[in-house]
């Protein structure tokens, strides 16, 4: 547990020291990247996330899906279940400061997707090697 927690901070220093250009241009070949991969490219309801600090910038990505009029969903906080919900969005005007204040939809009873309808979900990650 102890080596986690120490590849986790090297990783996450690193990846914080990182300039917005440097982001922005990672995160763009990133998008690419995921929006070639098959299961992206035949996925009709798609799951993503909010960029936060230093992640993977997700902005003009989620914008490229909304674009092929895919439907889209991002984590949004229930606090009073404790538990995250997959809410459906139709544009980026849509999302608010959640509790943690990252970017995220208003759940509501028309917008809440179930978890079995989703195709594809992109999280974010830390760090990988060539095999992931």
Known sequence: ????????????????????????????????????????????????????????????????LLAKHCTIALPATNPALHMMEAVRIDGLDELTAGIYGIAEPVPGPDNTLKPSLIDVVLVPGLAFDRKG
């Open 1 to 64: 547990m102890q080596d986690k927690k120490i590849f986790r901070t090297h990783y996450r220093a690193l990846r914080n020291a990182l300039t917005d250009a440097q982001v922005e241009s990672m995160s763009t070949q990133i998008a690419s990247r995921v929006l070639d991969l098959p299961p992206v490219q035949d996925a009709t309801v798609i799951m993503c996330y909010s960029a936060f600090g230093s992640e993977v910038a997700t902005k003009k990505l989620l914008e490229r």
